[in-house]
């Protein structure tokens, strides 16, 4: 099924295509956990400048099976959307939940500047993100996190907070005890000491940071109020669609609550649970320095993480600065670019000439 | 910059893609007139369960220099979408105007099956609609249509309206010469008697149909009231976003109006220049048979075409049905497909021992 492609497009034509393999290929010539500090590092800048961002809650097609969403940003320069799905039932089928892939463009003339997976990817920036988070808002000198849910995210999570928070322990829980074996080999050459629990109550006790990481595509009680201590700092990955969260209710009352987007939070996240107008703090307030995060030893912090097209743009930028560093890409012939823009006709017939005689 | 991709990814993992190149093989293989006509079968098959689909206006992204859009449409089984860019000075910089790509999707779960380049489909795709809105709509036994504006689109309306209306002569018109020559030299084997003219008047006198596809990004009067004699069906395709229009409003007023989707095209069409309650005629009802289309040899009846996302979805689902015919395609490994699908961060380290011990 393998054709040549054009031998002798123009360069325009060509657009930088990152697949799965070269992905792991970037991620393993750089390592992962640097590749996940130097992504959460372009998060921060781009939290940093959010206003430049035209923002705008996913455009989802929703179906009995699942949702497909389209998430477009755009800083002015630069233009970044993410295709993703959604299919619960898809792992009972053979297939995988989500899938993701992106794009980047210049605004000032639309070209594409990269294709890439966004499946690995989305797992890298989605680390980052929470640990970026948790920089600001989980207690000083945090040691220990707490691992609820120990799927395709858990490994990811692991490395971020190892190496941007500073964590050094890792207590895993799941359902099934295959997925923390599995989570537990994986990071048995990480250095961080990781510590298999037999309950949620157990994967908690002592911790200072909890991570919820969770597949249930319904409303679940993964923690309850009586698990969580104060000082605590909760990282709420699992509840990121309509319908779908991990924490009780009271849990969220007594919490100050951190969030990426609200219009899209609001909707997606633990907080869909409460009123409209609950208090929230932006993260990029925090980060900013307009508002506070972590102001007392006894608070408990939440983020409520959903994922926003803002992440993706980061992760796309920083992908799109290792093509020529690691050489991990193949050009795709994806844009029509004849000799003179108004004979795409022309290039047509010239391209049956061109293959007959050759 | 060439790398060899994963030797042996999952099939699950791998997508079909159409470049540039082999879209041209596709259409230079099948027959540019042939594949035309039968896109255009799609296209009517897609208008006639017009209540099938998800519809939405484009999701865009605009700037000082030009527009980035998403066009996505589902008709509940298959999800497709088209990233397309419009920047009017590009030409001038040594770039296209318009480039585009697009994607087909399962919906049942999300997995793309098909991504490719859509510049050259989405000129064979308007055309396409463009004559298989004048089969329903202009005069009977027309012969002669005449065109103003001689760029891009013009070889390929010109076939499409010989393969599938029955025209057998163009009259070409450009305000720059060098356009036309162009024209006249790609269609000089077409079979259609091709008259290069000096005026747009010389271009429509004793035509039966008039095609306006301009580049102008403004308000402009391609054509005026004192051109258009009575009988004559009006293909406009050169007002497609707010703020460009080709026909001069009372042109309008003596007409009957035919559109894809009134929302989308209220806002970038001719009709821009009318009342919003302006009475307009969905293309689909009259594909349908719900309302008529031509009623009398005097009326004026005017396809005030903008494109319309199920268009796309169409032509992509046409251009999916030929990769196994024709061959011309590669598969990309854009999916991530561990073994586990909860072992993501397992499968990218994996790849490090592969690649280190192979």
Same mark, same amino acid.
């Given at each position: 099924?393998?054709?040549?492609? *054009?031998?002798?497009?123009?360069?325009?034509?060509?657009?930088?295509?990152?697949?799965?393999?070269?992905?792991?290929?970037?991620?393993?010539?750089?390592?992962?956990?640097?590749?996940?500090?130097?992504?959460?590092?372009?998060?921060?800048?781009?939290?940093?400048?959010?206003?430049?961002?035209?923002?705008?809650?996913?455009?989802?097609?929703?179906?009995?099976?699942?949702?497909?969403?389209?998430?477009?940003?755009?800083?002015?320069?630069?233009?970044?959307?993410?295709?993703? *799905?959604?299919?619960?039932?898809?792992?009972?089928?053979?297939?995988?939940?989500?899938?993701?892939?992106?794009?980047?463009?210049?605004?000032?003339?639309?070209?594409?500047?990269?294709?890439?997976?966004?499946?690995?990817?989305?797992?890298?920036?989605?680390?980052?993100?929470?640990?970026?988070?948790?920089?600001?808002?989980?207690?000083?000198?945090?040691?220990?996190?707490?691992?609820?849910? *120990?799927?395709?995210?858990?490994?990811?999570?692991?490395?971020?907070?190892?190496?941007?928070?500073?964590?050094?322990?890792?207590?895993?829980?799941?359902?099934?005890?295959?997925?923390?074996?599995?989570?537990?080999?994986?990071?048995?050459?990480?250095?961080?000491?990781?510590?298999?629990?037999?309950?949620?109550?157990?994967?908690?006790?002592?911790?200072?940071?909890?991570?919820?990481?969770?597949?249930?595509?319904?409303?679940?009680?993964?923690?309850?109020?009586?698990?969580?201590?104060?000082?605590?700092?909760?990282?709420?990955?699992?509840?990121?669609?309509?319908?779908?969260?991990?924490?009780?209710?009271?849990?969220?009352?007594?919490?100050?609550?951190?969030?990426?987007?609200?219009?899209?939070?609001?909707?997606?996240?633990?907080?869909?649970?409460?009123?409209?107008?609950?208090?929230?703090?932006?993260?990029?307030?925090?980060?900013?320095?307009?508002?506070?995060?972590?102001?007392?030893?006894?608070?408990?912090?939440?983020?409520?993480?959903?994922?926003?097209?803002?992440?993706?743009?980061?992760?796309?930028?920083?992908?799109?600065?290792?093509?020529?560093?690691?050489?991990?890409?193949?050009?795709?012939?994806?844009?029509?670019?004849?000799?003179?823009?108004?004979?795409?006709?022309?290039?047509?017939?010239?391209?049956?000439?061109?293959?007959?005689?050759?």
């Amino acid at each position: 099924m393998f054709h040549s492609t *054009n031998p002798n497009p123009s360069k325009l034509a060509l657009v930088p295509f990152v697949s799965v393999d070269n992905m792991m290929k970037i991620v393993n010539t750089i390592g992962a956990s640097k590749v996940i500090a130097e992504i959460a590092e372009y998060i921060e800048a781009d939290f940093l400048r959010w206003d430049m961002f035209d923002k705008t809650p996913r455009v989802a097609a929703h179906s009995k099976e699942g949702v497909i969403e389209l998430m477009p940003t755009s800083d002015g320069e630069t233009y970044g959307f993410k295709y993703v *799905n959604g299919h619960p039932a898809n792992m009972a089928r053979g297939f995988q939940t989500v899938n993701a892939f992106g794009v980047l463009a210049r605004v000032d003339n639309g070209y594409p500047v990269l294709v890439s997976e966004m499946t690995i990817l989305t797992a890298l920036r989605t680390a980052a993100t929470s640990a970026v988070a948790a920089k600001h808002l989980a207690p000083k000198n945090a040691r220990i996190m707490g691992m609820i849910g *120990n799927g395709a995210q858990c490994e990811f999570q692991a490395l971020a907070f190892q190496q941007i928070v500073g964590i050094d322990t890792v207590k895993l829980f799941d359902i099934d005890s295959k997925a923390t074996q599995k989570a537990a080999r994986n990071l048995s050459d990480s250095g961080l000491t990781v510590i298999s629990c037999k309950t949620a109550e157990e994967a908690v006790a002592g911790t200072q940071i909890i991570t919820t990481c969770t597949a249930d595509k319904q409303n679940a009680t993964v923690l309850t109020d009586n698990m969580i201590g104060s000082g605590i700092h909760i990282n709420a990955i699992g509840g990121d669609c309509p319908g779908k969260t991990e924490l009780h209710r009271d849990i969220l009352l007594r919490s100050d609550i951190f969030v990426e987007y609200p219009p899209q939070t609001r909707v997606e996240g633990e907080i869909q649970q409460l009123d409209d107008d609950h208090p929230v703090t932006e993260l990029w307030q925090v980060m900013t320095g307009q508002t506070q995060g972590r102001t007392s030893d006894n608070q408990i912090t939440l983020f409520d993480s959903v994922g926003f097209a803002t992440e993706d743009f980061s992760a796309l930028r920083y992908i799109h600065d290792q093509l020529q560093p690691t050489g991990h890409f193949v050009e795709l012939d994806l844009l029509a670019d004849p000799d003179d823009p108004r004979d795409l006709f022309g290039m047509v017939q010239r391209a049956k000439t061109n293959s007959s005689s050759n």
